[in-house]
């Protein structure tokens, strides 16, 4: 099951596997970073988001209007054992994916059950729950949330976030931030060498990921 949406000026076609935005940012400035007194901001306010549906797990029934109210759960007893929370896919890895077009930027996943995703340039990068800003180098930012999804990387902490970098000085993307699953969301940034990237988001269900590929 793959349902994508965007929020912006203009609709657009949705194709499964890919969907593509074209932004224009500002001037490139590689050597700032962002958040700082002196950063640029990236002019782009447009955002993207879906669904993924891990795994084997069948995807949630939809009740029609005339199905009966079904009774409200009884209270639980004193000395009674709590219910389990509930097994959540997981994101088993990031890498960036190198090649002559575009790097992409790969969120491999986990588990079985649906999750979401939403992909949108931001002007403050903020970790969730916190009113600090992220510093990641970069001409734009893009901020890439997983929700309903548990981290499962070793590597992955809050106070000091999974950075990954090119290699190649040229590569579109100049860095990505990683921090663990905090309240079933994972959070990622982004950081661009142009402002002006062109980002296509891939949810694969063969693929089992979530792919991001900039280039520009």
């Known amino acids: 099951m793959h349902v994508a949406t965007r929020t912006g000026v203009s609709a657009v076609a949705l194709v499964l596997p890919a969907l593509v935005l074209s932004t224009a940012c500002g001037a490139p400035d590689v050597d700032h970073r962002v958040g700082g007194a002196h950063g640029l901001r990236c002019q782009q306010f447009e955002s993207f988001s879906g669904q993924l549906l891990v795994g084997d797990s069948p995807s949630l029934p939809t ?20 219910q389990p929370a509930p097994v959540l896919p997981t994101l088993d890895s990031i890498e960036i994916e190198p090649t002559a077009a575009a790097d992409t930027i790969v969120f491999a996943l986990g588990g079985d059950g649906p999750m979401g995703w939403s992909a949108r340039f931001v002007q403050m990068p903020l970790l969730h729950g916190t009113d600090e800003p992220v510093s990641i180098s970069g001409a734009c930012v893009l901020q890439i949330d997983l929700t309903g999804v548990d981290s499962n990387i070793d590597s992955l902490r809050r106070e000091v976030p999974m950075r990954l970098s090119p290699e190649d000085e040229a590569s579109s993307v100049v860095e990505v931030l990683g921090y663990p699953s905090s309240s079933a969301l994972v959070q990622s940034f982004v950081g661009t060498r142009s402002g002006t990237p062109t980002v296509t988001v891939d949810a694969s269900i063969d693929r089992t990921a979530i792919t991001v590929a900039i280039s520009f």
Do not use: H, R
């Open 63 to 82: 009740v029609p209007d005339w199905a009966p109210t079904l009774p409200e759960l009884a209270p639980v007893e004193p000395g009674a054992q709590p």
